[in-house]
């Protein structure tokens, strides 16, 4: 069984996953009805959240169907799960990622059968009988969070129905960024361990009072999927629950229970109903964590005679690391040091802290008195949680950025790993059923041999050797972001900021930072104050500071003479995070070896009523490359760089302003004769950038274009000779 999960992974993997994504019917957001029965429905504060299935929509002249839509519904609504709805408001398209780093949302909610999000204005019940046992179950779910509102303090509500019921919108992002950065973040989620310790318990409870192993079993396999489904129905709850469930039949049969069997068996499940699963993080975490248990930990048994329950669990700790190691690089991009010996104490803690957390919501129901005690423990528990989360991040090398591994590097580890499982495994056999000692190899010899490899293999991964000079023009909707790494390593940001992407800073411009494997960025270049240039910069400062936040070692300004109010709060946020602030004006050159940037624009002490033609004009040179990064000039400011004479030509030109029709004029593309020109821009902005007439300009003046609307991020690197500019990633 294991096997044959195994393979149909395998087969997965090597087909695109475009191959499994519902097709799309509209290309952008236009304004749409639909039809469907509610699945399931989530309170927010200011929203209700539907998820509608089967789904008839009219788009403008197209009407097609589409198995589930996720609905936003502005304030409060109660429509029960089975109800009929009739919505009008506007769809959206879940696309692709644009960037490197960037968090693939088709993907994850294509694991969820979801294409499109609605964002609805009217909705009305057209009939439909509401599921009995589904909405009594959330009616359940929403009493116990009644009582945790009532018993406990807001944070630890948030943390316990995020533990307890999958309810993560009350969560303190302070908080759960502090659990993601010390590895402990899967206690927030419904897990493995949170459902065998209800189930299995349950189970064991009804046998003890029963006598009977159908009594006991039929309830609590009813029991788990009831509770799976009420608490959302992620990847590890299914996996789970299909494992314990395969547990109990087992019982009920009279059979031994085979954990290798379970995990191929709920794999297989997951991955016939929904392909897409099998290259979600979720999934990948899960099952490479209880393989790791039912492989690994067994193998540690033959090198220890005995040992107390602080190795059993640094054995189930390390297993667990060997086989997930390169998966929480290739999601997350960077390793918690200290999160095997943090979990020492949190996993043995969840257990008490989950049986306090049921009996005080269960309880509430009927005694708040009761509840309250329980809730003390819980309180107790999240606080010395929250204290040893904290001071690990104090210290040193606490979060180490890795960068996402190449692709290769990940298949030769694992390859590495199975071989070194396929020596270990026959030593155990020879150790089992051979008698004499000259038969097998010395204690320890095998283990070792396969663990120099193995760690080398991981040493491999984190290795990143970077040349040349390279310039990442980011996808950030209508705005600008241009990141820089030169030859000796240093990284600078040119401007950060979108109109149209909320928190772009957190989740376009950091996350490809971090998949780049960043540590600091030495330099921030802001041309001018337009929000979308320096919004996302602001977004970058203000986390600097936070645990795990990406330090940042300068910031670059304009020096002008007058400086407005966007200036002066920006210049003010830099210097209370005691950020070094540098003022740039014509002339003026960064430099070091074999690379520079020099100040073309504008002279220092400028003024100017037109914020844009103040835009720090920087030339970026390497051997005998040149980029010319433009900001948003105009044609003023242009005119004024070509009787400069400070202009010559360039292979790369950031094109100016998004590509508006009002920059890049064709005296000021004749100086620098761009031989490929980057625009950065949305395809749904209302300014109708990049205008007909630039494009057409920097087509005569030779210039091939790239355009973050059509391509996304865009990628130039050199030595110094050779340009090669290509996607990113």
């Given at each position: 069984?294991a096997?044959l999960?195994?393979?149909v992974?395998?087969?997965?993997q090597?087909?695109?996953?475009?191959?499994?994504?519902?097709p799309?019917?509209?290309?952008?957001?236009?304004?749409a009805?639909?039809?469907g029965?509610?699945?399931r429905?989530?309170?927010?504060?200011?929203k209700?959240?539907?998820?509608?299935?089967?789904?008839?929509v009219?788009?403008?002249?197209?009407?097609?169907?589409?198995?589930?839509?996720?609905v936003?519904?502005?304030?409060?609504?109660?429509?029960?799960v089975?109800?009929?709805?009739?919505?009008s408001?506007?769809?959206?398209p879940?696309?692709?990622?644009?960037?490197?780093?960037?968090?693939n949302s088709?993907?994850y909610?294509g694991?969820?059968?979801?294409?499109?999000?609605?964002?609805?204005?009217?909705?009305?019940?057209?009939?439909?009988?509401?599921?009995?046992?589904?909405?009594?179950?959330?009616a359940l779910?929403?009493?116990?969070?009644k009582?945790?509102?009532?018993?406990?303090?807001?944070?630890?509500?948030?943390l316990?129905?995020a533990?307890?019921?999958?309810?993560?919108?009350?969560?303190?992002?302070?908080?759960?960024e502090?659990?993601?950065k010390?590895?402990?973040?899967?206690?927030?989620?419904?897990?493995?361990?949170?459902?065998s310790?209800?189930?299995m318990?349950?189970?064991?409870?009804?046998?003890?009072?029963?006598?009977?192993?159908?009594?006991?079993?039929?309830?609590s396999?009813?029991?788990?999927?009831?509770?799976?489904?009420?608490?959302g129905?992620?990847?590890?709850?299914?996996?789970?629950?299909?494992?314990?469930?395969?547990?109990?039949?087992?019982?009920l049969?009279?059979?031994?229970y085979?954990?290798?069997?379970?995990?191929g068996?709920?794999?297989?499940?997951?991955?016939?109903?929904?392909?897409?699963?099998?290259r979600?993080?979720?999934?990948?975490?899960?099952?490479?964590?209880?393989?790791?248990?039912?492989?690994?930990?067994?193998?540690?048994?033959?090198?220890?005679?005995?040992?107390?329950?602080?190795?059993?669990?640094?054995?189930?700790?390390?297993?667990v690391?060997?086989v997930?190691f390169?998966l929480?690089l290739c999601?997350?991009?960077?390793?918690p040091l200290?999160?095997?010996?943090?979990?020492?104490?949190?996993?043995?803690?969840?257990s008490?802290?989950?049986?306090?957390?049921?009996?005080?919501g269960?309880?509430?129901l009927?005694?708040?008195?009761?509840?309250?005690?329980?809730?003390?423990?819980?309180?107790?528990?999240?606080g010395?949680?929250?204290?040893?989360g904290?001071?690990?991040?104090?210290?040193?090398?606490a979060?180490?950025?890795?960068?996402?591994?190449?692709?290769?590097?990940?298949?030769?580890?694992?390859?590495?790993?199975?071989?070194?499982?396929?020596?270990?495994?026959?030593?155990?056999?020879?150790?089992?059923?051979?008698?004499?000692?000259?038969?097998?190899?010395?204690?320890?010899?095998v283990?070792?041999?396969?663990?120099?490899?193995?760690?080398?293999?991981?040493?491999?991964l984190?290795?990143?050797?970077?040349?040349?000079?390279?310039?990442?023009?980011?996808?950030?909707?209508?705005?600008?972001a241009v990141?820089?790494r030169?030859?000796?390593?240093?990284?600078?940001l040119?401007?950060?900021g979108?109109?149209?992407?909320?928190?772009?800073?957190?989740?376009?411009?950091?996350?490809?930072?971090?998949?780049?494997?960043v540590?600091?960025?030495d330099?921030i270049?802001?041309?001018?104050?337009?929000?979308?240039?320096?919004?996302?910069?602001?977004?970058l400062?203000?986390?600097e500071?936070?645990?795990g936040?990406?330090?940042?070692r300068?910031?670059?300004?304009?020096?002008?003479?007058?400086r407005?109010?966007?200036?002066?709060?920006?210049?003010a946020?830099l210097?209370?995070?005691?950020?070094?602030?540098?003022?740039?004006?014509?002339?003026?050159?960064?430099?070091?070896?074999?690379?520079?940037?020099?100040?073309?624009?504008?002279?220092?002490?400028?003024?100017?009523?037109?914020?844009?033609?103040?835009?720090l004009?920087l030339?970026?040179?390497?051997k005998?490359f040149?980029m010319?990064?433009?900001g948003?000039?105009?044609?003023?400011?242009e005119?004024?760089?070509?009787?400069?004479?400070l202009l010559?030509?360039?292979?790369?030109?950031?094109?100016?302003?998004?590509g508006s029709?009002?920059?890049?004029a064709?005296?000021?593309?004749?100086?620098?004769?761009?031989?490929?020109?980057?625009?950065?821009c949305s395809?749904?902005?209302?300014?109708?950038?990049p205008?007909?007439e630039?494009?057409?300009?920097?087509?005569?003046?030779?210039?091939?274009i790239?355009?973050?609307k059509?391509?996304g991020?865009?990628?130039?690197?050199?030595?110094?000779k050779?340009?090669?500019?290509?996607?990113?990633?």
């Amino acid at each position: 069984m294991a096997c044959l999960a195994l393979l149909v992974f395998l087969i997965l993997q090597l087909l695109p996953a475009g191959f499994f994504y519902e097709p799309l019917q509209v290309a952008g957001q236009c304004e749409a009805q639909v039809t469907g029965q509610v699945s399931r429905q989530i309170q927010k504060e200011d929203k209700t959240q539907l998820y509608i299935k089967d789904c008839q929509v009219q788009c403008e002249d197209i009407q097609f169907e589409t198995r589930q839509i996720l609905v936003y519904l502005t304030g409060s609504a109660d429509y029960p799960v089975g109800t009929n709805l009739s919505l009008s408001g506007t769809i959206y398209p879940i696309e692709e990622p644009t960037n490197p780093g960037q968090f693939n949302s088709r993907l994850y909610y294509g694991g969820k059968g979801i294409s499109y999000t609605f964002y609805a204005k009217t909705a009305r019940a057209a009939g439909g009988s509401p599921a009995f046992i589904r909405t009594k179950l959330l009616a359940l779910k929403e009493r116990i969070q009644k009582v945790y509102e009532n018993v406990l303090s807001e944070q630890d509500c948030g943390l316990m129905e995020a533990m307890v019921l999958g309810a993560k919108e009350g969560l303190d992002s302070e908080i759960k960024e502090l659990y993601q950065k010390n590895g402990i973040a899967h206690v927030l989620a419904i897990s493995g361990l949170h459902i065998s310790l209800v189930g299995m318990g349950l189970y064991r409870m009804l046998r003890r009072l029963t006598g009977s192993c159908l009594a006991a079993g039929i309830p609590s396999v009813l029991f788990l999927f009831a509770y799976g489904w009420m608490t959302g129905a992620s990847i590890s709850t299914v996996r789970a629950a299909l494992m314990c469930t395969l547990a109990i039949l087992a019982d009920l049969a009279g059979r031994t229970y085979d954990m290798l069997t379970g995990i191929g068996f709920s794999a297989l499940i997951l991955m016939l109903t929904n392909p897409l699963s099998a290259r979600q993080s979720a999934f990948l975490l899960s099952y490479g964590a209880v393989t790791a248990i039912a492989l690994l930990v067994p193998i540690w048994k033959l090198y220890r005679k005995k040992s107390g329950r602080i190795l059993e669990a640094l054995s189930v700790s390390f297993s667990v690391l060997l086989v997930t190691f390169p998966l929480l690089l290739c999601f997350f991009y960077e390793y918690p040091l200290y999160s095997v010996l943090l979990n020492l104490l949190v996993i043995p803690l969840m257990s008490i802290l989950m049986v306090c957390g049921i009996l005080c919501g269960v309880l509430g129901l009927f005694c708040l008195p009761a509840a309250r005690f329980f809730g003390g423990f819980c309180h107790l528990i999240l606080g010395i949680y929250e204290w040893t989360g904290t001071k690990c991040l104090s210290l040193p090398g606490a979060v180490l950025p890795m960068g996402s591994p190449d692709r290769w590097k990940v298949v030769l580890y694992y390859l590495v790993l199975c071989v070194g499982l396929v020596m270990l495994y026959r030593e155990r056999r020879k150790k089992k059923y051979w008698r004499k000692k000259e038969d097998f190899s010395p204690r320890g010899a095998v283990l070792a041999g396969t663990l120099g490899p193995l760690l080398f293999c991981g040493l491999l991964l984190c290795l990143r050797v970077c040349s040349g000079f390279s310039a990442t023009m980011l996808d950030v909707g209508q705005g600008d972001a241009v990141c820089m790494r030169t030859p000796s390593g240093s990284v600078c940001l040119y401007d950060g900021g979108s109109s149209n992407v909320k928190s772009v800073g957190n989740y376009r411009i950091l996350p490809y930072l971090r998949w780049s494997g960043v540590t600091a960025l030495d330099y921030i270049f802001v041309s001018h104050m337009d929000q979308d240039h320096i919004n996302g910069i602001r977004e970058l400062v203000e986390g600097e500071r936070s645990a795990g936040g990406l330090p940042i070692r300068h910031a670059v300004l304009p020096d002008l003479a007058v400086r407005d109010e966007a200036y002066l709060e920006l210049e003010a946020l830099l210097k209370e995070a005691e950020i070094p602030v540098l003022y740039m004006g014509a002339g003026d050159v960064l430099e070091e070896k074999d690379c520079s940037f020099t100040c073309l624009w504008p002279k220092k002490g400028a003024a100017s009523e037109d914020r844009n033609d103040l835009s720090l004009v920087l030339l970026a040179e390497y051997k005998e490359f040149q980029m010319l990064l433009t900001g948003d000039i105009g044609t003023e400011a242009e005119k004024q760089l070509v009787s400069s004479g400070l202009l010559r030509e360039v292979e790369v030109l950031k094109t100016a302003h998004h590509g508006s029709k009002y920059s890049s004029a064709e005296a000021f593309l004749q100086s620098i004769r761009p031989a490929v020109s980057l625009i950065s821009c949305s395809a749904t902005n209302r300014y109708g950038h990049p205008g007909e007439e630039t494009l057409q300009r920097l087509t005569d003046a030779g210039s091939r274009i790239y355009i973050t609307k059509d391509q996304g991020a865009v990628r130039v690197w050199t030595d110094g000779k050779i340009v090669k500019v290509s996607p990113a990633g």
